[in-house]
């Protein structure tokens, strides 16, 4: 049976070591949030990150646009948010409605204020390992490895999903640390073969269900982040029982990675500040 990642165990260590460093500050930080539409889906993921900033004394503010707004609205009110000098942090809560060009208007969080990294300027930044912090999901990865001292550099591995959030910046940061990897979409062919070979698993593509048990080597480690909803419930892309039956390490859905991505927004908060103060 394979050791739990209890990421939100983690993710609360982490919040309560950061609310001593906020307390030091001389000032509240802020972080706004910008949602469009606000699905219940997406309230729930807004409620996370204000239960945090209040634990934390963060002043959250969020701005809401109607579903309708195009992406010029959009992109002018981002950028007044921008210049704006009260919020240290901003985050687009995605997805957006697909007829908003999402990059662009991501693009206008300037990287000082990108605590979730996901501007070109920012991801450009992480690719050639100049970016000052973490993307969330990457983040919360590595404080997992770190915290159950996995030795996994020498290992092979493979992200299956290609997306903003999950697959694209893990890759990045996979490139970075000199780790041999494969990245699969969910529509691969013969994606099991992939999978199969792999020492850690990393998967993003929020597909219930898509990774079972016979795609899995005995002894791997898996890292679920993706999401999605069945039956009513929260699940993730590993078929759970059964893979935690041959894994070494596995991250559950809730409890792994979700908490650990939302304690990393903060931490990012707190380094971008600092990093403009030096």
Request: proline content about 5%; cysteine-free; overall charge neutral.
């Amino acid at each position: 049976m394979a050791t739990l990642l209890d990421g939100k165990a983690l993710a609360g260590q982490i919040i309560e070591e950061l609310r001593a460093e906020y307390a030091k500050l001389p000032r509240p930080l802020s972080l706004a949030i910008v949602v469009v539409g606000g699905t219940e889906a997406i309230r729930k993921f807004v409620a996370q990150k204000e239960k945090v900033a209040h634990e934390l004394g963060v002043n959250f503010r969020m701005h809401e646009y109607d579903a309708a707004i195009s992406t010029d609205a959009l992109r002018k009110r981002m950028a007044a948010l921008a210049h704006d000098a009260d919020p240290d942090g901003i985050i687009v809560q995605l997805p957006l409605a697909e007829h908003i060009n999402q990059q662009s208007v991501l693009n206008a969080v300037p990287p000082e204020k990108d605590v979730d990294v996901l501007s070109a300027r920012a991801l450009g930044n992480l690719f050639v390992g100049k970016q000052r912090v973490l993307p969330g999901v990457v983040g919360a990865v590595k404080a997992l490895l770190e915290a159950y001292a996995i030795d996994w550099t020498k290992k092979a591995a493979v992200i299956v999903g290609a997306g903003l959030l999950v697959g694209k910046p893990m890759a990045a940061w996979l490139l970075n640390e000199r780790v041999t990897f494969s990245v699969v979409r969910s529509t691969t062919s013969d994606i099991g073969d992939y999978i199969r070979r792999a020492d850690v698993v990393i998967t993003g593509v929020g597909k219930p269900g898509l990774i079972t048990a016979d795609m899995v080597k005995d002894g791997a480690i898996v890292i679920d982040a993706g999401t999605s909803e069945s039956a009513g419930k929260l699940v993730g892309d590993v078929d759970f029982e059964p893979v935690s039956n041959k894994a070494s390490f596995i991250t559950p859905v809730p409890g792994g990675v979700g908490p650990l991505t939302v304690a990393m927004i903060y931490k990012n908060l707190l380094e971008l500040y600092r990093a403009k103060k030096r």
